[in-house]
T-cell receptor
Framework: GQNIDQPTEMTATEGAIVQINCTYQ??????LFWYQQHAGEAPTFLSY??LDGLEEKGRFSSFLSRSKGYSYLLLKELQMKDSASYLC??????????WGAGTKLIIKP | TAGITQAPTSQILAAGRSMTLRCTQD?????MYWYRQDLGLGLRLIHY???????GKGEVPDGYSVSRANTDDFPLTLASAVPSQTSVYFC?????????????FGEGSRLTVL
């Protein structure tokens, strides 16, 4: 079967750095996405990785290792508004998106 | 820019009744999707449409139907609702090609079936 694993919940302190991991087992790979979803709102796109390595976008970075079936989302200089769920999704060989259950990130002052 | 608009925002429905969730986009995206989101589970694809006039089944299509008469509208119908269809439903559309396109989501429709 196909599955995406991410931690259910993480807690971090305002101003700190947090890394949210995502491991996947899918039939084929055509890219990995990270989305942010605030409580009661729609998911919004954060990043896309298709090649190995680190993609940096402001305070957020996303890393991919295809050989290890592994990605992480790195959030720096955490702000209270970063409290949200972070969804990892992989596009398989049929270009279908397989979604993880999401990681709820709680930021404490 | 409106993006994707869903209606209703929330609804309580008696089991056995029918219901149509509306979804309209103004971005002229070809591909559109309906997902359901349940606590502890990832988003699950119900139905999709790659272009106007075509639709396809996703991971959990049973009990749902869709139509795509034009580019902008993609309604989701529950013919006879059951309590297990209580969920938050998200409509989405996709920009770009199959390999890179990010999804744009509507604000969601919270449905409770009693």
């Amino acid at each position: 079967g196909q599955n995406i694993d991410q931690p259910t919940e993480m807690t971090a302190t305002e101003g700190a750095i947090v890394q949210i991991n995502c491991t996947y087992q899918t039939s084929g790979f055509n890219g990995l996405f990270w989305y942010q979803q605030h409580a009661g709102e729609a998911p919004t796109f954060l990043s896309y990785n298709v090649l190995d390595g680190l993609e940096e976008k402001g305070r957020f970075s996303s890393f991919l290792s295809r050989s290890k079936g592994y990605s992480y989302l790195l959030l720096k200089e955490l702000q209270m508004k970063d409290s949200a769920s972070y969804l990892c999704a992989v596009k398989d060989s049929n270009y279908q998106l397989i979604w993880g259950a999401g990681t709820k990130l709680i930021i404490k002052p | 820019t409106a993006g994707i608009t869903q209606a209703p925002t929330s609804q309580i429905l008696a089991a056995g009744r029918s219901m149509t969730l509306r979804c309209t986009q103004d971005m002229r995206h070809n591909a559109m999707y309906w997902y359901r989101q349940d606590l502890g589970l990832g988003l699950r694809l119900i139905h999709y449409s790659n272009t106007a006039g075509t639709t396809g089944k996703g991971e959990v299509p049973d009990g749902y139907s869709v139509s795509r008469a034009n580019t902008d509208d993609f309604p989701l119908t529950l013919a006879s609702a059951v309590p297990s269809q209580t969920s938050v439903y998200f409509c989405a559309s996709r920009t770009g090609g199959e390999n890179t396109g990010e999804l744009f989501f509507g604000e969601g429709s919270r449905l409770t079936v009693l």
